[in-house]
């Protein structure tokens, strides 16, 4: 199989070259480094961008990790190598906010991008001894309640011993679950997942073995499969992780301005609508700032505010509707499923539902 990533043949991708040259990214110190405390981050939050994407940056870093900055985690914005027009600048961000890891043996490019940065991401991890319990890959177009991410998803899968919090769990994802036809694949959507640290040192050990280039949420699926190794997927359902649809938006009153919350009837078991209820825990496809600053608008450092009640007179909605498409799971071919030996269903033969989830991604009482 040729693999496609955005449109573009693997076997076409790999024969491009670097259109400047790969320099050493110079060292960035902190000119005012802050007062770390004692408090152990066992959660890693990294957020994969491009090396130019600077005000998006900046808005991440003033909106939800500042708002969630006393969930014990740590906050990273990985990029490559930027190049010598663009070292500079990047030496100088990192030298104020300290909060930047540099690949600088990878082009910046889309490419590179959407195959090999976050296997390459995992090495700088394991090879400069930057261990954490839970590391999130994530968007830029990705808006997370860290707060509530932190209290429902991992702390019940952490624990406290004499060398500080441990997970409790090994070889295990926390993602919403994903299936592409064309690359015969189910695999955790690539807006934000979560990996245990055996994952993080595993996946590039078996990408030193294989050598797949491919769309990164699918290389990491191919990788497990050849090196046949299982592993838990925690799923996120569609109400607690979706695509951001404008068009699922409630009408307003003239004057009221806009709102992230979703209209009255809205289905949120679709991969796509506005926010609704209070288990949301990351929004995807916020790509445009004015959306992404009207979701911030509903969150507090508690995590999602409680969602207003709809207007007694509905306002007039002469505007697009809604679509609300399955998720794309449901697709999954009956012949990639199969019983393990504990009674719990398998995919692909390496991604493991945890006991009592079915194939409906519901836990059965």
């Not at 994903?178 to 245990?196: L, Q």
């Not at 995590?303 to 999954?332: A, C, F, H, L």
């Not at 071919?333 to 493991?352: A, M, R």
């Amino acid at each position: 199989m040729d693999p496609l990533v955005h449109g573009i043949h693997a076997s076409d991708g790999i024969k491009r070259k670097p259109t400047y040259p790969l320099i050493p990214f110079p060292p960035s110190p902190m000119t005012n480094p802050p007062q770390r405390d004692d408090i152990q981050r066992p959660w890693l939050g990294a957020v994969i961008c491009a090396a130019w994407d600077i005000e998006r940056r900046m808005l991440i870093r003033y909106t939800w990790m500042k708002l969630f900055k006393n969930v014990p985690m740590d906050h990273r914005f990985v990029v490559s190598n930027p190049g010598p027009h663009w070292t500079d600048i990047i030496s100088q961000e990192n030298k104020t906010y300290g909060d930047m890891i540099v690949l600088e043996h990878l082009p910046e490019d889309d490419f590179t991008a959407n195959t090999v940065k976050t296997i390459e991401f995992y090495r700088w991890l394991v090879d400069n001894n930057q261990r954490y319990e839970f590391v999130s890959k994530m968007d830029t177009d990705l808006f997370v309640n860290a707060r509530a991410m932190y209290d429902q998803k991992l702390l019940p899968r952490l624990e406290s011993t004499p060398a500080g919090l441990r997970a409790t769990v090994n070889y295990t994802t926390i993602g919403q679950f994903y299936y592409d036809s064309y690359h015969h694949a189910s695999f955790p959507h690539g807006a934000i997942y979560t990996v245990t640290w055996d994952v993080v040192e595993l996946l590039p050990k078996l990408q030193d073995q294989y050598h797949i280039i491919a769309g990164e949420d699918v290389t990491m699926a191919w990788l497990l499969m050849k090196g046949k190794q299982k592993v838990t997927m925690v799923v996120l359902s569609e109400a607690e992780k979706f695509e951001f649809d404008r068009t699922d938006m409630r009408p307003t009153p003239p004057g009221w301005g806009r709102t992230p919350w979703a209209r009255e009837g809205t289905d949120v078991t679709s991969s796509w609508h506005a926010m609704h209820g209070s288990n949301i825990l990351a929004i995807h496809q916020l790509k445009k700032d004015d959306d992404w600053l009207m979701v911030t608008q509903e969150f507090n450092e508690t995590g999602v505010k409680e969602m207003p009640p709809y207007p007694k007179d509905q306002p007039n909605d002469d505007g697009p509707k809604p679509s609300y498409p399955r998720p794309y799971w449901t697709q999954i071919p009956d012949d990639y499923w199969e019983v393990d030996y504990d009674g719990t269903f398998l995919c692909n033969g390496i991604w493991k539902l945890e006991p009592g989830v079915g194939r409906d991604m519901k836990k059965k009482e």
